[in-house]
């Protein structure tokens, strides 16, 4: 995750594969960068490094699956059912209300 000025990172072991998982990312400048697995929180951080404000927009895109510019492939069957996307961070409550129920609420962007 990045703003012009910071970037957040998380390292992750592997996803479970051959199953379905409902996974999670949400950010805000105070709690950091968190990612969850079926509603509950696995990886955080609020550890931020600087950007160089030389350097290329670099951060202006979403990548689901290999990154284009990652040659080693991980997984050859990535299967998407869907994607929501909010315009304001989200609670870790509300992570887990959408996991359990699949419920949206306010600031949705993209379903």
Do not use: P
């Not at 709690?31 to 927009?57: C, H, P, V």
């Not at 979403?62 to 869907?82: C, E, F, M, P, R």
């Amino acid at each position: 995750m990045a703003t012009v000025e910071q970037t957040w990172e998380l390292k992750l072991d592997e996803i479970s594969s051959h199953k379905w998982v409902h996974i999670a990312f949400t950010w805000n400048f105070i709690l950091g960068l968190r990612y969850f697995e079926n509603g509950r929180m696995i990886a955080n951080t609020t550890s931020s490094q600087s950007i160089d404000k030389g350097s290329s927009d670099q951060h202006t895109f979403l990548t689901i699956g290999k990154a284009a510019s990652t040659d080693k492939v991980q997984h050859d069957n990535l299967q998407l059912y869907g994607l929501n996307i909010w315009y304001s961070f989200i609670s870790t409550e509300q992570v887990m209300d959408n996991y359990k129920r699949g419920k949206t609420f306010g600031n949705l962007l993209l379903y």
